[in-house]
């Protein structure tokens, strides 16, 4: 079946700092990948997407590209905020039924 | 006001109890999806809906039964609580033959002592 897996954390950084969340993925057919950010207390937010290879999602500054050939989407962010921190799920939608698959998320903790 | 509002948001119930979780929104979505979260395991589906006549199970549906009242609610029952269903409950929707883009609820967060 499908699956995703992402970069255990917890991740702590200081301010200004480059972030990476690796993902990597299993999947039939063509799937939509997504990152999902999680603040505390909050349900999950999108927040970035791409549905097709080469794709690039970005928002926030954060990016990520769909890169088929190795079957990854990693998150990037080239200059990371307090305000980041919250856990970030990525995910991907295949087949008919168009349900998510979610990594495990990642604990991202930016330090002032 | 929100798109996707779930009800309770906090709920403490005994081993045994009968308990449902309430989802609405006004998004005007015909899919509907109720997933749990449990540390470190990510979001697991239980039950999803692509329409008012339409109900399938998921990863996750033992102990678990949902209704579909009408396009905008979906509520998610527990038929007798378990201490291992412990854990925080989403409701998502997405529009049909979009891009696949789940919008979700502010969670339940349930406790079964």
Same mark, same amino acid.
């Given at each position: 079946g499908d699956s995703v897996t992402q970069m255990e954390g917890p991740v702590t950084l200081s301010e200004e700092a480059c972030l990476t969340i690796n993902c990597t993925y299993t999947a039939t057919g063509y799937p939509s990948l997504f990152w999902y950010v999680q603040y505390p207390g909050e349900g999950l937010?999108?927040?970035l997407k791409a549905t097709k290879a080469d794709d690039k999602g970005s928002n926030k500054?954060?990016? *990520? +590209?769909?890169?088929k050939e190795t079957t990854s989407f990693?998150?990037?962010?080239?200059s990371v905020q307090v305000s980041d921190s919250a856990v970030y799920?990525? *995910?991907? +939608?295949?087949?008919? *039924?168009?349900?998510? +698959?979610?990594g495990s998320g990642t604990q991202l903790t930016v330090l002032p | 006001d929100a798109d996707v509002t779930q009800?309770?948001?906090?709920?403490?119930?005994k081993t045994g109890k009968r308990i449902m979780l309430e989802c609405s929104q006004t998004k005007g979505h015909d899919?509907?999806?109720?997933?749990? @979260?449990?540390p470190g395991l990510g979001l697991r589906l239980i039950y999803y809906s692509f329409d008012v006549k339409d109900i399938n199970k998921g990863e996750i549906s033992d102990g678990? $039964?949902? $209704?579909? @009242?009408? @396009?905008a609610k979906f509520s998610l029952s527990l038929e007798s609580a378990i201490p291992n269903q412990t854990a925080l409950y989403f409701c998502a929707t997405s529009p049909t033959g979009g891009t696949d883009t789940q919008y979700f609820g502010p969670g339940t967060r349930l406790t079964v002592l």
């Open positions: 937010q999108l927040l500054g954060f990016e *990520a +590209t769909y890169r990693h998150l990037e962010k080239g799920f990525c *995910a991907l +939608t295949s087949g008919s *039924a168009r349900q998510l +698959t979610f | 009800t309770p948001r906090n709920r403490i119930t899919r509907m999806y109720w997933y749990r @979260q449990d678990y $039964s949902v $209704s579909r @009242q009408a @396009q």
